[in-house]
Nanobody, 114 residues
Framework: QVQFVESGGGLVQPGGSLRLSCAVS????????MGWYRQAPGKQRELVAS???????TYADSEKGRFTISRDNAKNTVYLQMNSLKPEDTAVYYC????????WGPGTQVAVSS
């Protein structure tokens, strides 16, 4: 079973940056469309960015210009560089395939607060 292990979250002030990483087990990583999702308290999980195996990216409108998704197929890892963070970016961030596979890793908490 493919597993997802997210890391890199933390507490940051508004306007700050964080870089999230997600290690993915399994040999099929390079062909997967991968995504970063987030779930804020009291809200549904949402997809914020995705990247194809060849590197084509898409973003939710509110993240365009602030977030950058990337991947390293040799390391089975997907990244999310987040800049100009806002309090509304506070959430638990998860990676998964797109569409998701129905089970999730532990996620990584991002808190944006002064």
């Amino acid at each position: 079973q493919v597993q997802f292990v997210e890391s890199g979250g933390g507490l940051v002030q508004p306007g700050g940056s964080l870089r999230l990483s997600c290690a993915v087990s399994g040999s099929i990583f390079s062909i997967l469309v991968m995504g970063w999702y987030r779930q804020a308290p009291g809200k549904q999980r949402e997809l914020v960015a995705s990247i194809t195996g060849r590197g084509t990216t898409t973003y939710a409108d509110s993240e365009k210009g602030r977030f950058t998704i990337s991947r390293d197929n040799a390391k089975n890892t997907v990244y999310l560089q987040m800049n100009s963070l806002k309090p509304e970016d506070t959430a638990v961030y998860y990676c998964n395939a797109v569409p998701d596979w129905g089970y999730w890793g532990p996620g990584t908490q991002v808190a944006v607060s002064s």
